[in-house]
Every structure is written in structure tokens, then in C-alpha cells.
């Protein structure tokens, strides 16, 4: 599978995380903007689950890019209020061209 340029019609934020200390020995995530990117996302999988009384879910996505170096597991993209976690980046083909980023969306 793979994509085209037309296909990337979302623009997404990549943002990378950032921990700065709390004072009390541990830290505290924020996140930071890396860049402004155009995307193709695509719903792969999605599931429901009980937790603490309460059910919440998931869903799987593969969002595609153009390749750029540096995108890591321990970034993820947002789209409006939306927030993606990347799980996995693979270089679609081994040429360059696209990054294919597996990703799951939390769904409250």
C-alpha cells in the first residue's frame, strides 16, 4: 500500500515530547511543535475497553508523510483535537520517499 501526493490533505502537527522536573523528583511531559506537516491518515483497526468503571477505546492508523529525518516513536502528530501516539516509523519502500507511521489515536 502506499500513497500519492494528493493524498496528503491533513495537516498535522508533529510534536516531540519535552520532561522538565516537577520539584518533587519526578517530571512533566509538555509537548513541543516540531513542524507543520501534510498527511494521509488512515483508519487500520479499533477496539473498546473497561477500565475503572468506565469503557474507553482505541484506534489504529497508518499516517503517511513525506520522509523528513528525525520523526521517532516518542513523537506523535495531532490534527485539530485529535492526538495520534506513533508507535512505529517505517520508511515506505526504502527510498526516502514517505514515511508510513503507525499510530493509535485514545478515544475518551
Known amino acids: ?5 494528493g493524498d496528503l490533505r491533513h495537516r498535522l502537527s508533529l510534536e516531540a515530547p519535552l520532561a522538565s522536573a516537577d520539584g518533587g523528583g519526578g517530571v512533566t511531559r509538555t509537548w513541543a511543535l516540531v513542524a ?3 498527511g494521509a491518515v488512515r483508519p487500520a ?3 473498546e475497553s473497561v ?7 482505541h484506534v489504529s492508523h497508518e499516517i503517511w508523510i513525506r520522509h523528513r529525518a528525525g520523526v521517532l516513536p516518542e513523537m506523535r502528530f ?14 515506505a519502500g526504502e527510498r526516502h520517499r ?8 485514545r478515544v475518551p
Open 51 to 57: 477500565r475503572a468503571d468506565g469503557v474507553g477505546g
Open 98 to 105: 514517505f514515511l508510513r507511521c503507525l499510530a493509535e489515536e
Open 45 to 47: 483497526s479499533g477496539a
Open 78 to 91: 495531532t490534527l485539530g483535537a485529535r492526538k495520534f501516539e506513533i508507535r512505529a516509523v517505517i520508511d
Open 36 to 38: 507543520e506537516v501534510w
Open 1 to 5: 500500500m502506499s500513497v500519492t501526493i
